[in-house]
């Protein structure tokens, strides 16, 4: 036996950041670009969009710096403001995941 837990962070009752856009952001700093990261998690470009300006309008902060496409090409960074989010929300997942596996092992013990 195994608990499962999941995290994700609201601003003013609205969803903001969990596992899904954490997948985005990481996607986007391994390929470089919105499109690509977006197809990599399955998700239309304009869908990838549409999250990152929800994150960073209700984050407040610039967290994809886009450089549009011509000549050769476009791109898209992490800002470091965007990679301090995600070391923090590592950070946020991994305690609470200690909490809660320490709790079950508590509870149910080794599982048998």
């Known amino acids: 036996m195994r608990v499962r837990s999941k995290i994700w962070i609201e601003v003013d009752g609205e969803a903001v950041f969990g596992r899904g856009r954490e997948a985005l952001l990481r996607a ?3 390929f470089g670009s919105i499109n690509k990261a977006a197809r990599n998690i399955n998700v239309s470009y304009r869908k990838a969009l549409s999250y990152i300006q929800t994150m960073e309008q209700r984050l407040g902060t610039c967290l994809v710096e886009r450089k549009t496409g011509g000549l050769h090409g ?26 809660i596996d320490k709790k079950f092992m508590e509870i149910f013990g080794n599982g048998k």
């Open 28 to 30: 986007i700093d391994r």
């Open 74 to 99: 476009g791109g898209a960074t992490l800002t470091h403001e965007a990679r301090e989010f995600l070391r923090k929300f590592e950070s946020l997942e991994q305690g609470v995941n200690g909490m």
